[in-house]
């Protein structure tokens, strides 16, 4: 089985950064593709970026393209989110997530394992 727990989020000024983790059990992490996902309030979740089993191919929305940054330390079975030139419209809770296979996809139904997430807000 494995367990998901997202932490770093926080309040922060609108140009400001946060490094999202996501500390996964196990000893398989490294077999599989990871993704973070984000929701605000009375929305939908959204794809914010994946990367694959070695983290050596990355994909982004394209909202947060150039300003965050997605990657993996298999050793340590934990997963980041580097959010730099944080805006007002970032702010959402953020979920990291654990694909069903090793290649990467945005989907929502591609991922058979959420964490609880963790807040991001962003004030201007």
């Known amino acids: 089985q494995v367990q998901l727990v997202e932490s770093g989020g926080g309040l922060v000024q609108a140009g400001g950064s946060l490094r999202l983790s996501c500390a996964a059990s196990?000893?398989?992490?490294?077999?599989?593709?990871m993704g973070w996902f984000r929701q605000s309030p009375g929305q939908e979740r959204e794809f914010v970026a994946a990367i694959n089993w070695s983290g050596g191919s990355t994909s982004y929305a394209d909202s947060v393209k150039g300003r965050f940054t997605i990657s993996r330390d298999n050793n340590r079975n934990t997963m980041y989110l580097q959010m730099n030139s944080l805006k007002p419209e970032d702010t959402a809770v953020y979920y990291c997530?654990?694909?069903?296979?090793?290649?990467?996809?945005?989907?929502?139904?591609?991922?058979?394992?959420w964490g609880q997430g963790t807040q991001v807000t962003v004030s201007s």
């Open positions: 997530a654990r694909n069903r296979v090793a290649s990467i996809a945005a989907q929502m139904t591609s991922y058979d394992s």
């Open positions: 196990g000893r398989t992490f490294r077999d599989y593709a």
